[in-house]
């Protein structure tokens, strides 16, 4: 007997029309690691909810079809039971996190089973140091980095040690190192606890190799599902993008056997190798010093910036930076090391305990942020802060509004590259998380500021729109516009950025053009870049990889004669 068994499931949300799930069966064995992926807005997050039983009861709607876990319908499963044995990681912390301290957080979820008291002392130490947040046990869950409280919602579901664990993009806003470290940790519960893992990720180069099984959604519909080597060549002769980059550029060079491991993508480009000249290395330069950049307009400047929260420890220090006007820059770095803290501190927001923020040359005053608002984009992590309109297109206008200025042609090309069209009349707020964080963005854009400072702005959206994204912000820099990303994506640092600053502890660890720092890098490397390490290094992107290693390569085409991969 299947864990999940679903048939013919529909389902529509309050107020629409159209379908978020159409005619879905599907089973679940126990003790299965199921990645689900596919397009925001796919029906991804909305599967994940009915499989925990959140709908329609919690969400209402109109539902079809049945649900069923251990053979018994889940609508009339006994909750406290489900909630025993089922526990859920949203894909927003925010919406999840209800008490004040990480400590209360922990040990909410066990108040609501009614575990005696000793029991839940020894469970919150374990969970505590299996997810490292023993350092911050007394602190207050609002003064935690966005990647703190991802780590902190998904401890407090541990602690009720459930059979089932399901996760919305529970790596969305971790560095690397940490992402890497919880995926692990979630594959042992999977392999070595027994636990069954339904993970709902958009990036795949995390965690598509940790899958025994994949599925792939489309418009509320699954297209394909089976092994994580078969989705990977379902979806490129589909013409779909959801595949890491190393079963890309395998599968772009029509190669029989697609690795889904950058392990595997080694040995296969070694093999290949063999025999070949070695490829010239790609050009790379140096990381910046102490030693001034060539002579040129600063969009912003900051000379020895400390900042402190009240009664908290120093969450920059002694910080110095200079970013070119028209700079493409992106800020990497741990959670917890200050960068939303420093993009803050750059837009106005808080103003520095010690040290100088000059922006185009202007020191920031005691007015901050107004000073700089007429031609400065800042979006911040939670994209719900932006939305209080009652349609998408309203959200817009509502802003060119704010600064004088309503140009409705401009909102028609924001709405068509952030591919929101067909969202202009609905409410935002009824939108998925990925579509939310767009229309967030659309609303900051929309103005064609001269300077766009974003805080995680590829969370929650799919590799397609993450590169309509990415070419649009490169254009803008291109254009004479400044742009800074704070991000934990790797990849899109990589394909997309000039420059990178990597920041720890607060403080500025390295900064200088992306192949020299990211080229040299163990965590912060994207997949490519790992895969080409010592054979080629300083390739980070696909399409460098196609370059320099493409015309070394032989292979026999893949499948039938004649079929040919989508990439290339």
Known sequence: MP??????????????????????????????????????????????????GLIPDFYGGRIGGRVFFKGKEIRTTDRRRLAREVGMVFQDPEKQIVQNSVEAELA???????????????????????????????????????????????????????????????????????????????????????????????????????????????????????????????????????????????????????????????????????????????????PETAAPEEEQESAISLKSVWFRYPEGPEVLKDVSLDIQAGQFTAILGENGSGKSTLLKIMVGLFKPGRGRVYVHGRELGHCGFREVRKFTAYLSQNPNDYLFQDTVEDELLFTMRNTGVEDRKLVDE?????????????????????????????????????????????????????????????????????VIVVTHDVEFAAEFAEKVVMLGAGRIVTAGEKHAVLGTSVFYSPQIGKLCRGICDGVLTLAEAQEHLGPLLTAKPAGLRGEQAVWG
Not at 23 to 41: A, D, H, K, P, Y
Not at 157 to 177: F, G, N, R, W
Not at 202 to 213: G, K, P, S, T, W
């Open 108 to 286: 909410f979820g066990l108040e609501n089973l009614g575990l005696p008291l000793e029991e839940m002392s020894r469970r919150i130490a374990e969970v505590s140091a299996f997810m490292n947040l023993s350092p911050f046990r007394e602190s207050l869950t609002a003064n935690l980095s966005g990647g703190q409280k991802q780590m902190l919602a998904l401890a407090s579901v541990l602690a009720m040690q459930p059979h089932v664990l399901i996760l919305d993009e529970p790596t969305s806003q971790l560095d690397p190192v940490s992402a890497e470290e919880i995926l692990n940790a979630v594959k042992r519960l999977n392999e070595e606890m027994g636990f069954t893992v339904i993970m709902v990720e958009q990036r795949l180069e995390r965690c598509f190799h940790l899958a025994d099984r994949a599925l792939l959604m489309d418009r509320g519909e699954i297209v394909f599902h089976g092994s994580v080597r078969e989705e990977a060549r379902a979806a490129l002769s589909s013409g779909l993008p959801f595949v890491p980059p190393v079963a890309r550029f395998f599968a772009a060079l029509n190669f029989k056997v697609v690795p889904v491991t950058v392990k595997e993508g080694r040995e296969l480009l070694r093999s290949h190798l063999k025999g070949n000249p070695a490829p010239a290395l790609a050009a790379t330069s140096p």
């Open 414 to 482: 924001i709405l068509h590259r952030l591919q929101l069209e067909r969202y202009r009349r609905r409410n935002p707020r009824d939108l998925s998380s990925g579509e939310r964080q767009r229309v967030a963005l659309a609303s900051v854009l929309v103005t064609r500021p001269g300077l766009i400072m974003l805080d995680e702005p590829t969370r929650g959206i799919d590799l397609r729109l993450k590169t309509e994204l990415g070419h649009f912000l490169r254009e803008e820099s291109a254009a004479g516009r400044t």
């Open 3 to 52: 864990l999940f068994k679903v048939e013919n499931l529909t389902y529509c949300y309050p107020g629409t029309e159209e379908p978020a799930l159409k005619n879905i069966s599907l089973e679940i064995q126990e003790g299965e690691f199921l990645l689900v992926t596919g397009g925001s807005g796919s029906g991804k997050s909305t599967l994940a909810r009915v499989l925990a």
